[in-house]
């Protein structure tokens, strides 16, 4: 067996999510397991925005696996790690996971997680001989959207000109620094604008920013056909987060109305009770259940005093 890990390359994209949608198809077991996450994009859009943080494995001159890292500040994620069901057990998968390590290691990063299956005992083990430990349970949850369609009162980052993007830049680090040292969605944000994968929503109050939430909408992006996806969302921390909370959720359905979507989807970390209750309120209903594992074992920004949305898939 002749096995190289090295960088992910654009043209063998497509090549990536069909493995992708193959491997994760073929483990929950769906009769056509290329058919899992339909028309969703989830390889090429997170390649883009960082191709050297992109890792391939290569056996006998064939693709046959994939990982990708992210950067958000001082927090670092990876996935979809994906092998080709016919070369699993042969011990690929940690081969992919140890540039990412690397990665890490350059990127400074605080804390480095990920999202697995809660009942698979082998990614459990695997994960944690890189030293992480699973923590909390993450639920995607989904709602239809009922509000009509109307203009936002508030601003998206789109509607900005340069130099306010960059201050709103600017603003959402300071907001989310406040949460955990460093943790800065920056990248995410730059990469749904120029990737037109959708939109980030933005809470202002009479003082500043006090929330955003980046969403993916529509076929092509990390969401899928009819379905806005809020990838990442949260409030300034404070007494009025809760309320804050609340308003961005408003303001997320209003956004993806006025795309014609007809689902508001979004993951919750169980760690952040508060936010749960209030989506369990809106009649928000779970989809899909993962477990987070974090190194080292620490909370980071997983805490019940924060308001939140993320999904570490």
């Known amino acids: 067996m002749n096995l190289s890990i090295r960088l992910l390359q654009e043209h063998e994209l497509p090549t990536a999510e069909r ?13 056509q397991p290329a058919d899992f996450g339909g028309d969703a994009n989830y390889v090429q859009p997170r390649w883009k925005v960082d191709p050297a943080a992109a890792f391939a494995a290569e056996l006998d001159g064939k693709l046959v696996g994939s990982n990708i890292a992210t950067c958000w500040g001082s927090v ?5 790690l994906t092998i080709h069901p016919d070369f699993w057990g042969q011990g690929i998968a940690q081969r992919l996971i140890e540039p990412v390590m690397a990665r890490f290691d350059q990127w400074g990063t605080r804390q480095a997680g990920l999202f697995t299956f809660p009942n698979s005992p082998k990614h459990h083990a695997l994960y944690q001989k890189f030293g992480f430990y699973p923590r909390f349970l993450t639920f995607i949850m989904a709602k239809p959207i009922h509000v009509v369609q109307q203009d936002l009162p508030e601003t998206t980052y ?45 809470l202002w109050d009479e003082t500043d920013l006090a929330g955003f939430a980046i969403c993916h909408c529509g076929a092509g992006s990390e969401a899928g056909s009819d379905v806005c996806y809020i990838k990442f969302g949260a409030v300034r921390p404070g007494i009025q987060a809760g309320e ?43 989809e899909i259940i993962g477990v987070v594992m974090h190194k080292p074992n620490e909370p980071g920004y997983n805490r019940p005093d924060v308001f939140i949305l993320d999904d570490w898939r």
């Open 19 to 31: 493995l992708f949608r193959l491997a994760f198809g073929t483990f929950i077991g769906l009769p």
């Open 76 to 80: 670092g994620t990876f996935g979809p």
């Open 244 to 286: 804050l909370f609340e308003q961005l959720l408003d303001l997320c359905e209003m956004y993806g109305a006025t795309q014609k979507m007809l689902r508001l989807v979004a993951g919750v970390n169980t760690s952040h009770d508060a936010a749960y209750s209030r989506m369990v309120a809106r009649r928000f209903r779970v």
């Open 158 to 202: 789109s509607q900005l000109n340069p130099q306010q993007r960059s201050n709103c830049l600017k603003a959402c680090s300071t907001l989310t620094d406040a949460i955990y040292s460093g943790l800065d969605l920056s990248r995410e944000i730059e990469a749904v604008h120029t990737q037109n994968l959708g939109d980030t929503v933005l």
